[in-house]
């Protein structure tokens, strides 16, 4: 897999209304939707984890609030918030040990910058024209420990 990283100062948080699908490596069924998984601590600070034990617990998806049946509600909302990430992306769909791998590339590049990536992953997953496109993000702490 070629992979290429790059650093993302997003200055405006990407909002979702929340979903309740349950697996975001199945049918992508909205033009845009997020998936946020916690990672251990220990896990996600190590060069080398275990793929098959990466992901920790799921703690929300989303889905853009762009079709009649979905509204953006800021108190129940979901979002990716503003500040700076570590990025990569594929134009392929959401399987998990793609993104799984994506992840962990993400992970191996920010060690290696001696980053302080924050202990979760975020996976959004688009609809371009016919093409759909994985998209990892990982926080980076700011230098007061929190997220920029």
């Not at 108190?75 to 990569?88: Q, V």
């Amino acid at each position: 897999m070629s992979l290429m990283i790059y650093t993302l100062d997003l200055r405006a948080p990407f909002l979702y209304s929340p979903n309740l699908f349950i697996d975001p490596f199945s049918q992508v069924i909205y033009e845009e939707q997020v998936a946020c998984f916690s990672l251990d601590k220990e896990t996600a600070g190590t060069i080398d984890p275990d793929p098959a034990n990466y992901l920790g617990p799921l703690l929300f998806t989303g889905a853009k609030p762009d079709s009649e049946n979905l509204t953006l509600d800021a108190e129940k909302g979901c979002s990716i918030p503003k500040g700076l990430y570590l990025f990569a992306q594929l134009r392929e769909g959401p399987e998990r040990d793609l993104f799984t791998a994506m992840a962990i590339e993400v992970q191996k590049e920010g060690l290696w910058r001696r980053l302080d990536l924050e202990p979760i992953v975020y996976i959004r997953t688009l609809k371009e024209e016919t093409e759909l496109v994985t998209q990892v993000l990982r926080p980076i702490r700011s230098a007061s420990g929190q997220q920029q």
